[in-house]
């Protein structure tokens, strides 16, 4: 054997008798590999199995810094048949460890020779126990842990993951994060993540994610990138834990130090804070926010007497009755004791507060049945108002807890309101809704008859039907005192059939007399016009009465008829398919104009006495007056003129061809008597 060859073989094998690893494959000048040969090192050492190392070009396996060595090792490979020096090799890891690269030509093939610098054996051997360190640390955190290409994609996730998310290993691999998405974070809260991660490599936060089973669940998440030791992003590392329990421990403590423990209602403290919160918002929208500061009348008696457990469930009784008599948006807070107090928002006028009190008041009339016990209490309450009695919770509570004093000293079971000029005022209209009712079951309330005379020959054609409260001491209390009462308690709906029920008696007993029949006309508030059944209603008084329904027509008010358009032409038409006439009331002092009541199938107009009135020194009104005659008369429509007072305002309203007119001139209303005698004067 040639020597050389011996002495060449001898060096290899010495070499590879001292190597970490060896290889053999074609080189290429450019610095290409070839398929490889034992090279099970290399292969696992760079993470490109077998084939894959393939066609590869040694430059890639180095770092930019080694490109020059290496080209100085193939130069010389090639004019020496070997060639040595300390290269770089890149791991699968990113880590870069130096070797020893031996490189000798052999049979067409190059040999490789690699030897580890001792260092960075020592490095490796670390790197290694750390990888075992950490996929312990994995396997046994409690966090979960997803790691991810750079494409997001799931490359590996810890048992806590699927303990967490519900998904297994198997399912989660090749997805990406968005699996878990639980869809309540807008598009803004993912972008924010994403330019943090860029930004500065990491992002941390609370988010919501959805597991497998659908759940929505809140977890603190920790996203890292990490990068190779040439920069380049190769992984993201999301280490998140499921904080359901400690929100929901702490949305226990927050409930508790808020909430009485006793009565589950909200306690003083998120009392004021729902009050200065509302104050706020009320500040803004004009509107009024009532305090209702309320007490058990006695309740130490009744807690002396029967016991303190006895006690405690009357007081839970009474915050679920407080509960169940106002609305949802209402606060029912408990202070301590037999204390309470209800906020009531975003109030039009404190006569809702006043209705409030009332209900309240009323929801004690049933006794509270606790172990046997039948017990009947009573409340006092007080009323602050915003912004009348304070601008601010604590001054708001503070008064209404003096008004609510104020009560007790007035005898308890009743309210009294912090200012007293609103006090006088509520308290007159609470005696006046009980005399209402009072006055409406004896008959109290009558109509009276305004005679309605007819321009062309002077005589009476009908009447308008005008309620009086007529008290027990002879009294007359005009409409103007106790229709708006009627209106906002609902009153108005029994005192309108009432009112219409004996209208249409009385005018048919005229008739009955022997007097021409004539038609009478009765108001209808907006409310009764709004009513469900006004149509069966009337048709009702006019079976019972037997009146004619020709002979009856209704005065609506403009505000009437622009409400619910539907709803108000369905209603006309029933009506006049009865064989009714409806009139406008008051015209002239709303909204409509006389080309849109043209859409509406009407009998009548009545001008309003504010223009009767200006007549004849007054150009505007008798401008309007003038108008509303002519264009009334073009769409068919029959004019009344109200309030004619005078003999000038009679001749104008003639001169312009007016139907009919009623006011103090011919007569003021008359009781049905003297309406009857009326009739029989001018029949005379
Ligand atoms: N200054 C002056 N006033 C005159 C003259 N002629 C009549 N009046 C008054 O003008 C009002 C006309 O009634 P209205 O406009 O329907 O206005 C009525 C009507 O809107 C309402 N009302 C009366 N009765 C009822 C009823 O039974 N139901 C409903 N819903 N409202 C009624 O109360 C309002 C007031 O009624 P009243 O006090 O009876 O007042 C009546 C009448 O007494 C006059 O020449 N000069």
Redesign the pocket.
């Known amino acids: 054997m040639d020597e050389t060859i011996q002495e060449h073989i001898h060096l290899r094998e010495a070499l590879i008798a001292l190597a970490d690893a060896h290889f053999t494959c074609s080189l290429d000048a450019d610095g290409n590999l070839g398929p490889i040969e034992d090279g099970a090192f290399l292969s696992r050492f760079l993470g490109r199995e077998g084939p894959h190392a393939e066609g590869v070009n040694l430059d890639q396996l180095v770092p930019e810094r080694d490109a020059g060595i290496l080209q100085g090792l193939l130069g010389r490979l090639a004019a020496d048949g070997q060639a040595r020096d300390t290269v770089h090799l890149v791991s699968r890891d990113g880590l870069c460890v130096a070797f020893t690269l031996v490189l000798l030509r052999e049979n067409g093939n190059v040999v490789g020779v690699l030897r580890r610098h001792a260092d960075d054996e020592t490095r490796m051997r670390a790197a290694e126990h750390e990888r075992l360190v950490a996929d312990e640390v994995y396997r046994n955190a409690i966090e979960g842990i997803t790691v991810t290409d750079s494409h997001a994609r799931i490359l590996f996730v810890n048992p806590a993951f699927s303990k967490i998310t519900g998904y297994t290993a198997e399912e989660a691999l090749g997805q990406t994060p968005s699996i878990l998405k639980s869809h309540l974070h807008d598009q803004a809260f993912y972008k924010a993540m994403w330019q943090a991660l860029i930004n500065h490599g990491q992002w941390e936060g609370e988010i919501w994610n959805r597991r497998k089973n659908g759940e929505v669940y809140p977890e603190w998440l920790s996203i890292s990138s990490v990068r190779d030791g040439l920069g380049k992003l190769q992984r993201y590392v999301a280490v998140f834990h499921d904080i359901t329990e400690i929100k929901a421990s702490q949305e226990k403590v927050r409930h508790q130090a808020h909430h009485d423990v006793l009565t589950g209602l909200p306690n003083r403290l998120l009392l004021k804070d729902r009050l200065a919160t509302s104050l706020t918002h009320m500040a803004r929208s004009g509107q009024k926010v009532a305090l209702l500061f309320m007490d058990v009348d006695n309740f130490k008696h009744i807690n002396d007497s029967l016991g303190h457990p006895l006690g405690d469930l009357l007081l839970q009784a009474v915050a679920a009755r407080l509960k169940e008599v106002m609305r949802d948006d209402d606060t029912v807070a408990r202070l301590g004791g037999d204390e309470f107090v209800i906020l009531v928002e975003a109030l039009e006028s404190e006569n809702l507060a006043i209705a409030t009190a009332m209900r309240l008041l009323e929801a004690f009339r049933v006794p509270f049945h606790i172990k046997g016990h039948a017990l009947t209490v009573t409340p006092s309450v007080g009323i602050a108002l915003y912004p009348d009695d304070g601008d601010d919770a604590e001054t708001l509570i503070k008064n209404a807890d003096m008004a609510m004093y104020r009560a007790k000293e007035k005898g308890r079971n009743t309210f009294q309101l912090y200012t007293s000029a609103l006090n006088e005022r509520a308290v007159r209209r609470m005696t006046m809704e009980g005399e209402l009712r009072k006055a409406l079951e004896r008959g109290d309330i009558q109509?009276?008859f305004?005679p309605r005379v007819g321009l062309r020959n002077g005589s009476v054609v009908g009447s308008?039907?005008?309620?009086?409260w007529i008290k027990p001491d002879g009294t007359v209390i005009?409409?103007?005192e106790f229709?708006p009462l009627?209106?906002e308690t609902g009153l108005?709906l029994p005192?309108?059939e009432q009112?219409?029920e004996q209208a249409c008696r009385r005018v048919r007993a005229f008739q009955d007399a022997g007097f021409p029949e004539q038609y009478v006309s009765?108001?209808?508030?907006p409310r009764?016009f709004r009513q469900k059944d006004l149509v069966g209603m009337v048709e009702r008084v006019l079976q019972r009465t037997g009146f004619d329904s020709r002979l009856l027509e209704l005065?609506i008010?403009e505000s009437s008829l622009v409400q619910d358009i539907d709803q108000t032409m369905a209603t006309l038409r029933r009506l006049r398919e009865m064989g009714l006439a409806v009139a406008i009331?008051?015209f002239g002092t709303g909204y409509s104009s006389l080309a849109y009541l043209k859409h509406f199938p009407l009998g009548a107009l009545?001008i309003?006495?504010s223009f009767i009135?200006g007549i004849p020194t007054d150009p505007s009104d008798i401008a309007i007056t003038t108008t509303i005659i002519s264009m009334a008369q073009s769409l068919n429509l029959k004019v009344i003129a109200?309030?004619?007072?005078t003999l000038q305002q009679l001749n104008f309203i003639l001169g312009l061809r007016c139907d009919e007119y009623?006011?103090?001139?011919f007569s003021?209303?008359l009781p049905p008597e003297a309406y009857l005698e009326l009739l029989r004067q001018r029949k005379l």
Do not use: C, F, H, M
């Open positions: 109509p009276w305004q308008e039907a005008l309620a009086r005009s409409p103007g229709i009627a209106e108005i005192l309108g009112i219409l009765v108001n209808l508030s009764q005065e008010t009331d008051d009545k309003d006495q009135r109200e309030g004619v007072e009623q006011g103090y001139y003021k209303p």
